[in-house]
């Protein structure tokens, strides 16, 4: 067949079923599908080099799954009745990232940015993730945060297009529902939900939550190779506490208080239940549910189900990954050093957690030794036997230290409390800039030759210190990784301790090894592998994490570890199905490396497959 030849297959019921089941039984996104209308209701892309579809003419232009716009060749054009909708000349997918950067470039705004993104990924899917991976390190503060946010507090009043699955409190009985119009129960492989109670650090934005989700989702295909036809951006809209939102007309979500107590828990659950029905094979991601919904719900499901929760398991891992890679450099034993967490809410709690976790999963600690190496101070000071039960939460208390030490100080004092405990790792999620004054800072180093300092308060003004004064007061011993990006800061690259280096690649290796569920052991395997790819490992100088550009790599690195772990412990669901090609049972290869090609094959990247035409016989 050759390009002035297009094929047109004639599509029976019999190749129909065909098709269904070699998506059905493939190991991932990668199979053949078919689009355009009732009977061929998906519209995934492939990695394989077809796409069918009978669609045509401005319906083909419509469809963002199937469009190429400006790059359809003039045999297709003929073939698809598209002739006269495009102007005459032929791009390749190069040109139109090229044409669409200029376009964006010229925005005068980082909103306006973001909704160019927005609207680019509803036309042209390719052409969106092209354009965002070839410029991820500078359109990440548009797609996601800090622009992100913004986009979300707005969201009612930005409107366009609905993007998402939206779940109604007050409609339970809808659930089952709304799933049911995202395709069969083969077709989903991820679902990022949030109730938007907790967003991005700005609160409780209720329906918007929506666009955290897609945000999220976008990075999970861009960074992980997760194919952006088999996902589902869910919102959980249960009403919002937020006053402006609830007086604002044009405000989309429920115009309520938010729903608590039995009835969210049944809603939520009834979500899950569904999901798991109808899309068994998903992994559920939670994201920014409010702080202790967010604990009860990873607690309640972990053990149940393919779950994640990035807020509280990717921040720790992430964070813990960067820890490790800076005490390669001190030559330090993750048993031996204390690291003192200054801010206890949801980011620093989880971080605890993570590092509690991972003392124990790899470095064979008990659960007492590993919480007797980790302190938490808040805003009624360090969290010892001394504070009044009210001003400690119940994600705070486990993590209670004896007084007796600390009698002869001011606890609400962060000076005093580095004398005392003489951390060898301080990290900030206090949302309190400045909080890391030179005086703190000397007090450090007074105990320890490089003191680990992890800033990680965001937006960058509310940083606990600035990477340059840190580099400065410590005649630049300090490792130093923060929350937002600050580039080369006194000849330094200064490590980003972005979730992003490793939600990503659990998620995709949860999909492709169809885990039950996401133990703590291969979060912990995905943290060292992270470590691992530390650029330090090579030069003490080099920053703490890996570059943002190399994330496909990184993720496909820590997808190959978690499936790894998966199938070890004997919950790689993959491992029971057909593969599409022959009746064979898949099999995970076991060698590390060809695992790696393995997990690689199948993820998903921005590329024009071929259309081919399918008529129903
Ligand atoms: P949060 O509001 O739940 O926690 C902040 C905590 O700091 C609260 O417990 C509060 O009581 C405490 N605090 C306030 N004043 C204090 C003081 N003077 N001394 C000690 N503690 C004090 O917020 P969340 O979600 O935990 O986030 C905290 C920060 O961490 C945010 O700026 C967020 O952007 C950042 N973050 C960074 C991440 C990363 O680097 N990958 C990931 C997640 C969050």
């Known amino acids: 067949m050759t390009e002035s030849d297009p094929e047109t297959v004639a599509i029976t019921d019999r190749t129909l079923r065909a098709l269904h089941n070699r998506i059905k039984t493939s190991p991932s996104a990668s199979s053949a599908d078919i689009a355009g209308g009732s009977d061929f209701s998906r519209t995934s892309l492939t990695r394989e080099p077809l796409q069918y579809t009978y669609l045509e003419g401005k319906q083909l232009l419509n469809n963002p799954s199937l469009n190429k716009g400006s790059a359809f060749s003039y045999p297709e054009r003929r073939q698809f009745k598209l002739e006269c909708l495009l102007p005459t000349a032929v791009n390749t997918l190069e040109e139109q990232v090229d044409r669409a950067y200029g376009q964006y470039s010229m925005l005068p705004s ?23 991976t070839k410029h991820l390190e500078e359109m990440m503060k548009i797609i996601y945060t800090p622009t992100q946010g913004d986009a979300i507090m707005h969201y009612s009043k930005l409107f366009r297009r609905p993007n998402g699955c939206y779940l109604n409190i007050n409609r339970p ?21 949030s109730d ?8 409780d934005q209720g329906v918007g939550g929506i666009a955290i989700t897609t945000a999220k989702l976008a990075l999970m295909t861009a960074c992980g190779g997760i194919h952006p036809d088999r996902v589902i951006p869910v ?3 249960c009403g919002t506490n937020n006053k402006e939102l609830l007086n604002d007309p044009l405000y989309m979500g429920n115009r309520h208080e938010r729903v608590s107590g039995e009835e969210y828990d049944n809603f939520v659950d009834r979500f899950v239940k569904a999901v798991r029905v109808k899309f068994r094979e998903a992994v559920i991601h ?16 972990m053990d149940e189900i393919p779950c994640f929760n990035d807020d509280i398991q990717g921040t720790g891992a992430v964070t813990m990954a960067t820890i490790k890679a800076a005490l390669h450099v001190t030559k330090m034993s993750p048993k031996d050093c204390k690291i003192l967490m200054f801010g206890a809410g949801s980011a620093g709690v989880g971080i605890a957690s993570q590092i509690v976790d991972n003392l124990i999963n790899v470095e064979h600690m008990t659960e007492e030794e590993a919480r007797d190496r980790i302190f938490l101070m808040d805003r009624y000071g360090l969290i010892t036997s001394a504070l009044p039960a009210d001003k400690v939460t119940d994600h705070q208390r486990p993590f209670t230290h004896d007084n007796a030490p600390f009698e002869n100080i001011d606890i609400t004092d962060l000076k005093s409390v580095v004398g005392v405990i003489k951390p060898d790792v301080l990290i900030g999620a206090s949302t309190q800039a400045g909080a890391f004054t030179k005086e703190v800072v000397d007090e450090m180093s007074k105990y320890v030759e490089r003191p680990i300092i992890l800033p990680l308060s965001n937006p960058t003004k509310l940083h606990e210190a600035k990477p340059d004064d840190l580099i400065e007061w410590t005649d630049g011993k300090v490792l130093v990784a923060t929350g937002s990006p ?5 000849g330094r690259k200064i490590a980003e301790n972005n979730n992003m280096f490793i939600f990503p690649g659990i998620g995709l290796g949860a999909v492709l090894s169809r885990t039950r569920k996401i133990t703590k052991k291969q979060i912990a395997c995905a943290i060292e592998e992270l470590a691992s790819l530390s650029p330090v490992l090579i030069n003490p100088e080099n920053p703490l994490l890996p570059s943002i550009k190399d994330i496909e790599y990184i993720s496909a690195r820590i997808a190959t570890a978690v499936v790894l772990k998966s199938k070890e412990e004997g919950l790689a669901h993959v491992e029971e199905h057909a593969s599409y090609a022959s009746d064979d049972l898949i099999r995970i290869p076991d060698s590390y490396e060809e695992c790696f090609e393995w997990v690689r094959s199948q993820m998903w990247k921005p590329e024009y497959r071929r259309l081919v035409r399918a008529r129903l016989s």
């Open 110 to 132: 980082d909103l306006l940015k973001n909704a160019f993104c927005q609207s680019m990924k509803e036309q042209n899917q390719v052409l969106y993730y092209a354009l965002i």
């Open 286 to 301: 939670f994201e920014d549910f409010g702080t202790s919904n967010a604990y009860r719900i990873l607690d309640k499901y």
């Open 486 to 490: 600050f580039g080369v800061v006194h």
């Open 196 to 203: 938007g109670e907790g967003i991005l650090g700005i609160g």
């Open 173 to 193: 009985d809808l659930i089952e529902a709304g799933l049911s119009h995202w395709g069969r129960s083969e077709d989903i492989d991820y679902i990022v939900v």
């Open 235 to 237: 919102v959980l809209d």
